[in-house]
């Protein structure tokens, strides 16, 4: 077996716990922010989770992946399985840490290896930008899906 590699992402965002793992773990939340299809179904912390990108790129591709959830432990963490890659399938974390102004979110994306550090490389750069997204959308309300959409504010306090 070759060495596994991993991504790992982190950033502060200034809304409580809670809110921030129901954007997680609904398909409300993900197609508010991110995705545009994308279904989720938990039940006593496992399930399935279906992401969908309509109209991605020049091409308007559409993207789809997903996999079971392994995990939902509510306001801890929330874990699924993925394939960013051909005959690749990673395991995605997110976990949550509490803190007085705000929380830590932390997502690990692990099960990359060297025969695919192209996927590894792009998936990093995505888990970067995602994080940016969610911390812009739950914290001020700004909704930038696609680079050719404009962007939608909605005044949130915070």
Not at 44 to 59: D, R, S, T
Not at 95 to 103: A, S
Request: charged residues 25%; contains cysteine.
């Amino acid at each position: 077996m070759s060495e596994q590699l991993t991504i790992q992402q982190r950033t502060f965002i200034r809304v409580p716990v809670e809110e921030i793992y129901d954007t997680l773990t609904t398909a409300a939340g993900w197609n508010a922010w991110f995705t545009d299809g994308t279904n989720v179904n938990i039940k006593n912390g496992k399930g399935e989770i279906h992401l969908v990108w309509i109209g991605l790129g020049g091409n308007k591709n559409t993207i789809e992946d997903g996999g079971p959830i392994t995990k939902a432990d509510p306001n801890r963490c929330f874990e699924f399985k993925w394939s960013p890659a051909k005959n690749l399938i990673t395991t995605v974390t997110f976990t949550f840490e509490r803190k007085e102004n705000g929380t830590y979110l932390t997502v690990t994306d692990s099960g990359y290896d060297f025969d695919n550090l192209s996927a590894l490389t792009m998936c990093s750069t995505g888990w970067g930008e995602a994080l940016t997204l969610l911390k812009f959308y739950l914290e001020y309300g700004i909704i930038d899906k696609h680079p050719e959409s404009k962007p939608i504010k909605e005044k949130r306090e915070i």
